[in-house]
């Protein structure tokens, strides 16, 4: 699998970890910054109310999908819960040219799934302080019944022991210092991507 272009100053950051571990909290304030870009997955399942095609996800069709999948559109796909997504690759190879960093934002099986096929990027696994205030976050969140929390903080433990796979690991206890951290990491601090440095 090829890797973005490497003389760019732009790279690929995968923002990874349990559900319920604050990786949609730390995006969303990543992206408040315009040069990071969201990557936009494409999947085939219905359109949820609310989200709109080209926002959420590329809404397609099982055989438009499959025929992207022939093409070599995708930089990585998966089959999730019955459903096909993918993770496009022009739009990461535009971004990576552009001096941007292509923020994919992935559960841990995606994440190890794009390390294996060599996708060269920063991979950070977010880590929750502990299993009870995993707990207490996802109850909190309250999107989830209790059965799906129950089976979410069962795989929790298992994704745990991934976390040492990844380029870095950003404890959220305190969600400012946990940021800042990430922004650190990232280059983003001092109002210079990392790549550009180099
Ligand atoms: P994920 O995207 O990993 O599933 P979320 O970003 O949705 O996780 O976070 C889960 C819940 O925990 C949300 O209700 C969020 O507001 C809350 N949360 C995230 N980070 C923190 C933090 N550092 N301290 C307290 N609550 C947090
Ligand atoms: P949902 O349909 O609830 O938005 O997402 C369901 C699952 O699909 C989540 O676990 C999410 O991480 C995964 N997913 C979303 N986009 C992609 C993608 O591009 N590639 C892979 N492998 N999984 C994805």
Request: proline share 4%.
């Amino acid at each position: 699998m090829s890797a973005p272009e490497a003389t760019s100053s732009g790279r690929m950051l995968v923002i990874s970890g349990p559900s319920g571990c604050g990786k949609s909290t730390l995006c969303k304030r990543l992206l408040e910054d315009d040069r990071v870009e969201f990557s936009i997955s494409a999947t085939t399942r219905p359109m949820r109310e609310g989200e709109t095609d080209g926002r959420e996800y590329h809404f397609l069709d099982a055989d438009r999908f499959r025929e992207r999948v022939e093409a070599g559109d995708f930089v990585e796909w998966a089959e999730v819960h019955g459903n096909l997504y993918g993770t496009l690759r022009a739009p990461l190879d535009r971004a990576v040219a552009d001096g941007k960093i292509f923020l994919i934002e992935i559960d841990v099986q995606g994440a190890l799934q794009l390390k294996a096929l060599e996708v060269e990027g920063l991979y950070v696994f977010i880590s929750p302080p502990s299993a009870e205030v995993l707990r207490a976050r996802l109850e909190g969140r309250a999107t989830d019944s209790q059965p799906v929390i129950e089976r979410r903080l069962k795989k929790a433990a298992d994704e745990m022991l991934e976390a040492h796979r990844y380029d870095a690991t950003i404890l959220n206890d305190n969600l400012d210092r946990a940021f800042a951290e990430l922004q650190g990491l990232v280059g983003l601090s001092n109002g210079c991507p990392q790549g550009e440095a180099r």
